[in-house]
T-cell receptor
Framework: DAGVIQSPRHEVTEMGQEVTLRCKPISGHNSLFWYRQTMMRGLELLIYFNNNVPIDDSGMPEDRFSAKMPNASFSTLKIQPSEPRDSAVYFC?????????FGPGTRLTVL | KNQVEQSPQSLIILEGKNCTLQCNYTVSPFSNLRWYKQDTGRGPVSLTIMTFSENTKSNGRYTATLDADTKQSSLHITASQLSDSASYICVVSPPEAGNQFYFGTGTSLTVIP
């Protein structure tokens, strides 16, 4: 298995633009998580899905952030409009029976 | 206030030496405590996972201990190697919130030759 796959690996955009981050979880895993990591705040859970259904989105910072999981093998995290303070590394992780496996992350820079 | 505090923030040690990283938490009760290793530019990788009833767990040169009474955990690295240079993150999960996790801000370890 290739592990959790995220794309793009790096994204540079201008303030106000829409950004879409993509994640393919490990096949067979029934939970998927989106995290944001910054130097100041460390890792923060944004949202997680169980069997493609959003369970807890209390970590989503504001309405500009949205996440979808249309099927068991794909999820997106969208930021619209993006702001400079959204600059961070965004990780996707999937799990089965509690153990989480993280993807390589997407480094987002909003200018 | 962060419910998981790690110390030190950063640490530099010589190759071959041992070191111990600390994690203090206030999450109570909790289901399990994890230690992750995060190499620069990569996602975290699980090192150990302990339930509240366990007090030690080893993974090669890594040994995690847990004292549920004092709400402290430590990660001991034996005979450090250059490849141990990474951030180490402590994560605590309460039992009632599904997959809710509380993350420490990590300890940055640098092993020098």
């Amino acid at each position: 298995d290739a592990g959790v796959i995220q794309s793009p690996r790096h994204e540079v955009t201008e303030m106000g633009q829409e950004v879409t981050l993509r994640c393919k979880p490990i096949s067979g895993h029934n939970s998927l998580f989106w995290y944001r990591q910054t130097m100041m705040r460390g890792l923060e859970l944004l949202i997680y899905f169980n069997n493609n259904v959003p369970i807890d989105d209390s970590g989503m910072p504001e309405d500009r952030f949205s996440a979808k999981m249309p099927n068991a093998s794909f999820s997106t995290l969208k930021i619209q409009p993006s702001e400079p303070r959204d600059s961070a590394v965004y990780f996707c992780a999937s799990s089965s029976r509690g153990e989480q496996f993280f993807g390589p992350g997407t480094r987002l820079t909003v200018l | 206030k962060n419910q998981v505090e790690q110390s030190p923030q950063s640490l530099i040690i010589l190759e071959g030496k041992n070191c111990t990283l600390q994690c203090n938490y206030t999450v109570s009760p909790f289901s399990n405590l994890r230690w992750y290793k995060q190499d620069t530019g990569r996602g975290p990788v699980s090192l150990t996972i302990m339930t509240f009833s366990e007090n030690t767990k080893s993974n090669g040169r890594y040994t995690a201990t847990l004292d549920a009474d004092t709400k402290q955990s430590s990660l001991h690295i034996t005979a450090s190697q250059l490849s141990d240079s990474a951030s180490y993150i402590c994560v605590v999960s309460p039992p009632e919130a599904g997959n809710q996790f509380y993350f420490g801000t990590g300890t940055s370890l640098t092993v020098i030759p």
